[in-house]
């Protein structure tokens, strides 16, 4: 059984930093992009970066350029998001995905994704 299991969530001050964890098991994920999603009250799911299986490549959603970035250990099993200058519109639930259907770093909508971790909460406060 797949598991993604985030971590690294926490309340930070606008201008903040945080580093989120996601670390994968029951099946070999190195082979497969994975990436990250959020979700603020009220609002939908939205993309917000993905790394390719061999970390080569990544993309990332416009309002994060510059300020995230995604990396991952495939020996380990896990996928980073570090977090810089960190606003108060960043504020949401983090989600770790798995995209069994692709290896490259490419934007996919999230019904497309079938393996998501719980989420971590990212609270930043003005």
């Known amino acids: 059984q797949v598991q993604l299991a985030e971590s690294g969530g926490g309340l930070v001050q606008a201008g903040g930093s945080l580093r989120l964890s996601c670390a994968a098991s029951g099946r070999a994920f190195s082979n497969y992009a994975m990436g990250w999603f959020r979700q603020a009250p009220g609002k939908e799911r939205e993309f917000v970066a993905v790394i390719s299986w061999s970390g080569g490549s990544t993309s990332y959603a416009g309002p994060v350029i510059g300020r995230f970035t995604i990396s991952r250990d495939n020996a380990k099993n896990t996928v980073h998001l570090q977090m810089n200058g960190l606003k108060p519109q960043d504020t949401a639930v983090y989600y770790c995905?798995?995209?069994?259907?692709?290896?490259?770093?490419?934007?996919?909508?999230?019904?497309?994704?079938?393996?998501w971790g719980q989420g971590t909460q990212v609270t930043v406060s003005s």
């Open positions: 995905y798995a995209d069994w259907s692709k290896s490259g770093a490419v934007v996919v909508e999230a019904t497309t994704l079938s393996s």
